[in-house]
């Protein structure tokens, strides 16, 4: 199931291990804060509870949308410029 | 139709006038990149066409998911700490 993570977190350590647990979960990063990646219900809930476990008491917001085919054939992208690694942000 | 739209914009100019068509649009701001709200698919391109316009030659990247509601009910969200309005990173 296709799923889409996204995530404002302003802590630079806190940011960096969860973006690492988006790509240990096998996701691809779509932008500097999104990620997107097939993921079960199961692999869903569990990288939720991973994240929630490393933030600890600090800021944060994460949002998770598993998306069908068809909402996610019909997105609309524009991109020019950007490297998916996110180093316009280093 | 519920709408999401996250952007990756390193130029604050940019990112701040393109934050203001979202809004414009009657978009509320989920994340400091991430907005929502319901779009008709027609408003979805016009607001991707401004921001096209707006962006110019400068590096972005903008995805606009259109949600059905049964995929919007089951998403996964944990937040704490965080202002809606992005002040956490001012």
Redesign the interface.
Known sequence: MKC?L???I?DDRARGKIADFCLDYGLDR?????FMGDLSPNH??EL?LK??RR?G????????????Q???R?????????SPQGE??E
């Open positions: 889409l996204i995530y404002d302003p779509l932008q500097y804060s999104a869903q809930e939720m994240i929630e933030l008491k600090a800021a944060g917001r994460i949002d998770l949308f598993a998306i069908c068809e909402d996610w019909k997105r609309l992208s524009l991109s020019q410029g950007m316009n942000h």
